[in-house]
C-alpha cells in the first residue's frame, strides 16, 4: 500500500488534479489504532463505500480521486506512477 504522499502524487499525476488528503485519509483510516484500521480499511476498500460517502461529501472529483486511490492500493496503478529515473551519465 502506498502513504498519503504517494496517493497524492499518483492523483496530480494519473487525473491531473491535486489531490485531497482529507479522501485518502477516510479511506485508509487515520488516526484509528492499529488493530482497527486493516478492518475498517476493507470496508472502505469497496465500491459501495465510494458511492455512499465520497460521491455525496466531495462529488465527482473525489470519486475518481477515490477509485485512483483503490486502483493504487490493489496494485494496478503503481505507486511510483509518472516519476522518471534520473539518467547518470
Known amino acids: 500500500m502506498a502513504n498519503l504522499r504517494e496517493h497524492l502524487r499518483v492523483s496530480k499525476r494519473f487525473l491531473g488534479i491535486n489531490g485531497n488528503p482529507v479522501i485518502h485519509r477516510l479511506l485508509d483510516g487515520a488516526g484509528l489504532p492499529h488493530k482497527l484500521r486493516s478492518t ?14 465520497i460521491r455525496p461529501l466531495f ?18 496503478i503503481p505507486a511510483s506512477y509518472g516519476i522518471r529515473k534520473k539518467r547518470h551519465i
Not at 477515490?66 to 494496478?76: E, N, Q, R, V, Y
Open 59 to 76: 462529488g465527482e472529483k473525489g470519486v475518481l480521486e477515490a477509485w485512483s486511490h483503490l486502483l493504487t492500493d490493489w496494485g494496478f
Open 40 to 53: 475498517y480499511h476493507k470496508v472502505t476498500h469497496e465500491p459501495v463505500y465510494i458511492e455512499t460517502m
